[in-house]
């Protein structure tokens, strides 16, 4: 029994140059002589952070050299393992020594191998060798290095003098490559981007990322276009607390003069900026006070000279082209508590497609002051308050104040044990519009005035349940009527109600400039049916949602009596894999639809398909405007099919059917393997520019992506593309 508990025990030898440099030797053999021990059958050495097995083990105590052989292994922290044949760990000097050297990561799954590495507390030099993420046999992809030198505590990695290979093809050489084997924010260069255009010429652009603080980071953009010019776009992003985050980002481009003349562009020069910003909390993050309610500011301006200044500020991915052609920028801040709710809102609009915005409607600011429901009378009356100052401004032209007044007050009652709900509101709506400004038309037309009335709604409604085997049916039906019972008006209301509301007066030219304040929603005396249904499965979730309602007018003549029927129907089949959405408006006076909107969805097997559809006709009069402005008819549609975890495939097309214009398209597959992605995607945009007369209001754009993902290397870049060819352009009116 002693014998075997020498042989399979530890045996414990603690050598000591100073207290934090003790050694460990653990072996099932042990012999010693004089200063020096020698260890086999198999040994376990301990330092600092370090488990490190081998064969067998030399020990010199006066030296402070532990010497280790055969089938090495060294485990740092539980990070990664270091493998070889010798290894020398010099205690004095606090230096481990390791021939070969190969170490794997265990965290990102990269293999380094090299000819021999030295280790010094947190880093470690490496002679020539290769690095990989690929499986050690027959790797796709892997880098060659004349040296490198890994930081053991940043876990960041330099490599010298690098050639990437995929299989035994060199296809990149690059004096100095360094990356991070985790995903710590810190300084350095980003993935680069490059492509090649026909008419733009070879594109480039290097992003250089500084962070040197948790709280914040730096990140600037510089790229070239050689055909066309060079611009620089930089984005700061801070977070001032836990809950809060931001960002300011600039940007300018500039055109050479050749691609500036021959397009016919606006502006020579592109610039930009946006800020961001998002807090929840900022009352009592700012002040250091305890308010109870909730608190919030959400900022987002935006301001560019033209559309390029956001198309210019990468390669051109769908992400970042732009084809809407206005620009909003807002500001909101508002503080609630359980019954009171103040906010002001700040709108700003730019339209891309002018020279200026001397004569666009801005609100600047808007007031908000509400009061929530509350009751009394045992919860059988309610009253709310809702009180908008509206501050509808521009340079130029016409500016007003519009305040409005809704003050709703409810009678409710439940009847025969609440199968029947029967409710009264009465309802005392004001506006009122200070003007300044001056404008072409004659003074009196903007005279300060109010708008006041007094209606009355009465409601009728019911919901009934059923509970089957295996679904629920709920159904609710709704009976109301709305009756206007007086209005008073003022100045600008009293010269222009009349004309305004008269539909006749839509294509006089004095009709926008008079009726571009009037905003008034007529209350009629009109009845409201509506019925809803919805079908639950025995899981509780919801698998048939169907809307009804139709408005009945007593106001004016027949034919306008009936407003649109709506109807709405969302349905899911077979534990929600298949979806249809429809939503139509149908017109009594036209005797056909406004709006017909269907929408079908299916996922599953790996397959993914939506296609939509929109028709609406506004039924204008098609002598004075153009037959296509009548009518929207557009169709969106994407796919994708993942064959297996490696293979996947993507495709969109968007249609104008009623101008017979493709708005964008594209199509693409990707592969992925644990170590890398590669994707191609063939992609086209129709894209508004401002040019300086009429010949071309828009760009239509073809790119081919191409997608390289080394992982880890570019595993924080996702599937973003690496390389972009764009075709030749089409330019169109």
């Known amino acids: 029994m002693r014998k075997l508990l020498i042989i399979f025990s530890f045996i414990l030898a603690v050598m000591t140059l100073e207290a934090d440099d003790k050694v460990e030797i653990y072996a099932s053999k042990l012999t010693s002589h004089n200063d020096t021990i020698d260890a086999g059958g198999g040994v376990s050495v301990i330092y600092k952070d370090y488990l490190l097995t081998a064969q067998r083990a030399h020990y010199d105590k006066k030296t402070g050299i532990l010497e280790l052989f055969d089938n090495i292994r060294a485990n740092y922290q539980g990070k990664y393992k270091i493998l070889g044949k010798y290894a020398k760990l010099n205690i004095a000097k606090k230096e481990r020594f390791f021939k070969p050297f190969y170490m794997l990561e265990k965290e990102s799954d990269v293999w380094m191998s090299a000819d021999e590495g030295l280790a010094t507390e947190d880093e470690i030099d490496i002679s020539s060798g290769v690095v990989s993420g690929c499986d050690p046999i027959d790797p796709l992809w892997t880098m060659e290095f004349s040296s490198s030198d890994y930081d053991t505590d940043s876990m960041w990695l330099n490599l010298y003098n690098t050639r990437l290979y995929i299989y035994d093809i060199p296809v990149l050489y690059t004096p100095y490559f360094g990356y991070s084997l985790d995903t710590t924010r810190r300084t350095g260069l980003l993935k680069p981007s490059v492509g090649y255009s026909s008419d733009?010429?070879?594109?480039?652009?290097?992003?250089?990322?500084?962070?040197?603080?948790?709280?914040?980071?730096?990140?600037?953009?510089?790229?070239?276009?050689?055909?066309?010019?060079?611009?620089?776009?930089?984005?700061?992003?801070?977070?001032?607390?836990?809950?809060?985050?931001?960002?300011?980002?600039?940007?300018?481009?500039?055109?050479k003069e050749e691609y500036y003349l021959k397009n016919n562009l606006q502006n020579q020069s592109h610039y930009g900026y946006k800020f961001f910003y998002d807090n929840p909390d900022f009352l009592n993050q700012w002040t250091g006070l305890d308010f109870e309610g909730q608190s919030g500011i959400y900022i987002d301006i935006n301001h560019m000279n033209d559309v390029d200044y956001i198309n210019l500020k990468s390669s051109g991915t769908n992400d970042n082209l732009v084809t809407a052609t206005q620009?909003?920028?807002?500001?909101?801040?508002?503080?609630?508590?359980?019954?009171?709710?103040?906010?002001?809102?700040?709108?700003?609009?730019?339209?891309?497609?002018?020279?200026?915005?001397?004569?666009?409607?801005?609100?600047?600011?808007?007031?908000?002051?509400?009061?929530?429901?509350?009751?009394?009378?045992?919860?059988?009356?309610?009253?709310?308050?809702?009180?908008?100052?509206?501050?509808?401004?521009?340079?130029?032209?016409?500016?007003?104040?519009?305040?409005?007044?809704?003050?709703?007050?409810?009678?409710?009652?439940?009847?025969?044990?609440?199968?029947?709900?029967?409710?009264?509101?009465?309802?005392?709506?004001?506006?009122?519009?200070?003007?300044?400004?001056?404008?072409?038309?004659?003074?009196?037309?903007?005279?300060?005035?109010?708008?006041?009335?007094?209606?009355?709604?009465?409601?009728?409604?019911?919901?009934?349940?059923?509970?089957?085997?295996?679904?629920?049916?709920?159904?609710?039906?709704?009976?109301?009527?709305?009756?206007?019972?007086?209005?008073?008006?003022?100045?600008?209301?009293?010269?222009?109600?009349?004309?305004?509301?008269d539909e006749l007066n839509i294509h006089d030219p004095e009709y926008e400039a008079k009726c571009e304040f009037y905003n008034i929603a007529d209350v009629d005396n009109a009845t409201k049916l509506e019925f809803i249904q919805y079908l639950y499965n025995d899981k509780s979730e919801e698998f048939l949602y169907h809307r009804m309602a139709q408005r009945i007018s007593y106001e004016g003549n027949h034919a306008n009596r009936y407003g649109e029927l709506e109807n709405e129907l969302d349905v899911r089949f077979f534990n929600n894999t298949l979806s249809y959405y429809n939503n139509m408006f149908y017109?009594?006076?036209?005797?056909?639809?406004?709006?017909?909107?269907?929408?079908?969805?299916?996922?599953?097997?790996?397959?993914?398909?939506?296609?939509?559809?929109?028709?609406?006709?506004?039924?204008?009069?098609?002598?004075?405007?153009?037959?296509?402005?009548r009518y929207t008819r557009y169709l969106t549609s994407n796919a994708s099919y993942e064959y297996n975890r490696h293979y996947s495939f993507d495709a969109t097309y968007n249609y104008d059917l009623q101008k017979s214009v493709k708005k964008s398209a594209s199509i693409g597959f990707m592969y992925k393997?644990?170590?890398?992605?590669?994707?191609?995607?063939?992609?086209?945009?129709?894209?508004?520019?401002?040019?300086?007369?009429?010949?071309?209001?828009?760009?239509?754009?073809?790119?081919?992506?191409?997608?390289?993902?080394?992982?880890?290397?570019?595993?924080?870049?996702g599937n973003s593309s690496f390389i972009t060819y764009k075709l030749p352009s089409n330019e169109g009116n």
């Not at 066309?228 to 801070?238: A, H, I, Q, V, W």
């Not at 709310?384 to 130029?396: A, F, G, K, T």
């Not at 994707?679 to 760009?699: F, M, V």
């Open 200 to 255: 733009e010429g070879f594109y480039y652009q290097q992003p250089i990322y500084i962070a040197e603080q948790n709280w914040w980071d730096l990140e600037f953009l510089p790229q070239i276009r050689t055909q066309r010019g060079s611009g620089l776009y930089t984005k700061f992003r801070f977070a001032d607390s836990a809950v809060s985050r931001g960002f300011l980002e600039l940007g300018y481009f500039k055109e």
């Open 673 to 717: 393997k644990r170590c890398w992605n590669f994707g191609i995607k063939y992609a086209e945009n129709r894209r508004p520019i401002l040019t300086q007369g009429s010949e071309a209001s828009y760009i239509y754009d073809r790119y081919i992506y191409i997608t390289v993902v080394l992982k880890p290397l570019m595993q924080a870049s």
């Open 587 to 629: 017109n009594h006076d036209k005797h056909s639809f406004s709006k017909i909107l269907n929408k079908i969805s299916y996922h599953d097997y790996g397959v993914g398909l939506s296609v939509s559809h929109l028709y609406r006709d506004t039924f204008k009069d098609p002598t004075t405007l153009t037959a296509p402005s």
């Open 327 to 501: 620009v909003l920028s807002r500001a909101n801040i508002f503080y609630n508590t359980d019954n009171h709710y103040v906010g002001a809102y700040f709108k700003y609009y730019q339209d891309l497609t002018l020279d200026n915005n001397e004569n666009t409607l801005q609100k600047l600011p808007t007031l908000h002051y509400h009061y929530y429901l509350n009751t009394f009378l045992k919860e059988h009356m309610l009253y709310s308050l809702d009180v908008q100052s509206n501050n509808i401004w521009r340079q130029r032209n016409k500016k007003v104040t519009q305040t409005n007044f809704n003050l709703p007050l409810t009678l409710q009652t439940p009847l025969f044990d609440e199968y029947l709900n029967l409710s009264y509101t009465a309802n005392i709506y004001g506006q009122l519009s200070q003007f300044s400004g001056e404008s072409k038309e004659t003074t009196a037309a903007f005279r300060n005035g109010y708008y006041a009335r007094n209606s009355h709604r009465f409601v009728a409604s019911s919901q009934l349940t059923r509970a089957y085997d295996e679904f629920s049916h709920v159904m609710s039906f709704s009976l109301s009527y709305t009756h206007s019972a007086g209005e008073r008006k003022t100045g600008y209301y009293l010269d222009n109600t009349e004309y305004c509301k």
